[in-house]
């Protein structure tokens, strides 16, 4: 407890900070642009995508596929672990790598170097001090964002996508751009070696599902105590199947703790080396069961079903809920901190049940065909 007020007030501190920053880079540089409802012409589009992670970028990847098609250009901005997903596996036609805590000599640098862009887009639900700034120094006809309250975004999103998954929210964006009929399909980033590795290791098993307790920040992350009650209830109500547990660097460790507390039903991939190792495995599996981070996006992406945990943010969920039609979305109970293994144990009995039987037998007693 006593940590966690400690890290309550820091986050206040900084919180306070940042709303500072924002009112004053506000005053300085934002100014009102007339609300457009469809940019004109549009043959140019950068997307500022510094913030991005493995999970929404996945979300995302259908996006300059669909921009393509029609002839359009795109260009994101990215930092430099993430330009090469955008640009090799996701297609976009010029990266720009930066930092993702850019200073502002460093973001006029970087604007100069863009040069003219017929839209930019910055989906985000608030745009912080940096984006602001650098908003402000592009050389852009459209700023499309979910942050209606910014003067420089004349083309806004965030009331007329509230509550739709953030797929959906480019969806819109696209059609607002003149792209009907857009595929959503995710593009899933793969790696050949993980993929043979992995095929290795699981040729000749049973069917398993895939577990996953690791996400970024506490208040996603499941303990090993939730991870103790939940697979249990895997291996009763799927007798047919295996659990794999995934792990990540650093954390084989805990991951071979949770896989020794049962018989061999119950296993892992010894030495996970990448995200590329866990992807494989997915592609593999029947089901997933993780609290909402990447790889529930990912297991999208395959076409894999799966059970999610969220921290009790309904918000969040409307944003980033697994769309699969057999999946399942559930909210923790409401907690200070928030909290995802506050977990109402009936409710997660009932909603895994469902989740199981949807499967369908005749489905779960066969391997899934290779990916």
Known sequence: MVGYLIRKGLNGVRSSRDRLRIALIRRLFDREKLAVERPSEVRKVLFIRWDAKWGDSVVFSFVPRELQRQGISVEVIATADMAPVFRDQFGVDTVHVTKKRAGYGEIRQLAKRIGQVDLVVFFSHLANHRALYLLSQLQARHVASLDDSVGLVDLKLGEATRGRHFAEKYLTLLERCGVQGADTQYLVPRNEQSDERVATFVRGRRPFICFNAFSKGRARTLTFETSRQLIPMLLERLPGHDVCV??????????????????????????????????????????????????????????????????????????????????????????????????????????????????????????????
């Not at 866990?278 to 592609?283: D, G, K, M, T, Y």
């Not at 909402?292 to 990912?298: D, E, K, R």
């Not at 894999?304 to 969920?317: I, K």
Request: charged residues 20%; hydrophobic residues 40%; aromatic residues 8%.
């Open 246 to 371: 995934l792990s990540a660097p650093g954390k084989q460790q805990e991951v071979e703790a949770l896989c020794q507390q049962w018989s061999e039903r119950v296993f892992s991939l010894p030495d996970t080396q990448s995200v590329y190792d866990n992807i494989a495995l997915i592609a593999h599996a029947d089901a997933l069961v993780s609290g909402i981070t990447a790889t529930v996006h990912i297991a999208d992406g395959l076409g894999v079903p799966s059970f999610v945990l969220f921290p009790y943010d309904p918000a969040d969920r409307d944003d980033w809920h697994s769309r699969h039609p057999l999946s399942v979305n559930m909210l923790a109970q409401p907690s200070e901190p928030l909290d995802v293994n506050q977990l109402d144990w009936d409710e997660v009995k009932k909603q895994l049940s469902w989740f199981t039987s949807e499967l369908g037998v005749s489905k779960l007693d066969h391997s899934s065909p290779e990916p």
